[in-house]
């Protein structure tokens, strides 16, 4: 029999090094079905798009001032056709060709609303950044529901991510992807499963991705990770209270510094520790944004023209 349609909408901003192979990668995965793929494309470094025209894409370009995380996947996932579409970075390495069928072989369920798949943390990243990959993507597959009238957090850390995953278009007919700083994937996958959906996570379709970000980049990303959980929270459906997020960030801490002692990653860890302030504070300021001038704000939070295009964090979808 077979398979159903994917549609791939990948945005795109200066990845020369990455589009090559992860297009050749997609295109010869092992799926018995059609693919398409949809480039939305902010690069101006002028090879990006060279090397993406090499393959038969569609492309669009999108203002670099334009570009919103969920209205740009919005967008894009309108355009296409498919009925299972892929959201992905685009600076992944994808494991292997059978990736795509392990990815969308869950939607046979038909209460599968959303699946992502494990992340592996390059040999070249950081060991704070292995640590955070390696005990926020576990080698143990998971399904997640609502469990008593709420969310539980207790399967995997994360609920879902972009980087890696696929969502059912009809279930993204009726519930679009929000508009906001950041976190919108977790948003979207909150709403599937409060309208009846799971959300399935599967380690087995694993891709390669890290980064090693500077100290400045990770104050910022936290800001906005602040900002966008003083928003989640306030559904009471999930069930991840703020004294909760704390204890946990604590004993996370204590683990990455035992994962750089036992992995002989010792002289990191003064760096480590401004590394995880940062992201505390961050974290802690962004969670108490309302409180903070709007000039302050935008210097604080790394899209800083998000306070330009919209009034609050959230934005629903037309």
Request: glycine fraction near 6%.
């Amino acid at each position: 029999m077979k398979e159903k349609k994917c549609s791939f909408i990948l945005p795109t901003m200066n990845v020369e090094k990455y589009i090559g192979p992860l297009l050749e990668n997609i295109f010869s995965q092992e799926y018995d079905g059609e693919i398409e793929v949809l480039i939305q494309d902010s690069s101006n470094d002028g090879i990006t798009p060279k090397i993406i025209k090499q393959f038969p894409v569609t492309y669009v370009w999108v203002e670099p001032d334009d570009y919103n995380y969920g209205k740009t996947r919005n967008e894009g996932a309108s355009i296409t056709d498919g009925e299972f579409l892929v959201f992905l970075s685009t600076d992944i390495e994808i494991i292997d060709n059978k990736w795509l069928a392990k990815l969308t072989g869950h939607f046979s369920d038909p209460a599968v609303a959303g699946v992502y798949g494990r992340q592996v943390p390059r040999k070249d990243c950081t060991p704070m950044e292995q640590c955070f990959i390696r005990h926020t993507y576990p080698p143990d597959s998971a399904t997640i529901a609502i469990e008593n009238g709420k969310v539980t957090r207790r399967q995997t850390p994360v609920i879902f991510s972009n980087v890696n995953s696929a969502i059912r278009r009809s279930v993204w007919e009726r519930i679009k992807i929000p508009e906001m700083l950041k976190g919108e994937e977790e948003e979207w996958a909150k709403r599937a499963l409060i309208d009846g959906g799971k959300i399935v996570y599967d380690a087995d379709a694993a891709v390669y991705h890290s980064h090693n970000y500077s100290l400045k980049r990770v104050f910022h990303d936290y800001f906005d990770t602040g900002v966008a959980y003083s928003v989640s929270k306030k559904n009471k459906i999930v069930e991840y209270p703020l004294r909760r997020f704390v204890a946990e960030g604590l004993i996370y801490i204590t683990g990455e510094y035992k994962f750089m002692l036992t992995n002989g990653y010792t002289s990191w860890i003064p760096y480590a520790i401004i590394y995880d302030e940062l992201k505390l504070l961050g974290m802690a300021l962004g969670y108490k944004h309302r409180y903070i001038p709007l000039r302050v704000k935008r210097a604080l939070c790394r899209k800083k023209n998000h306070w330009d295009q919209y009034d609050d964090v959230i934005k629903e979808p037309l």
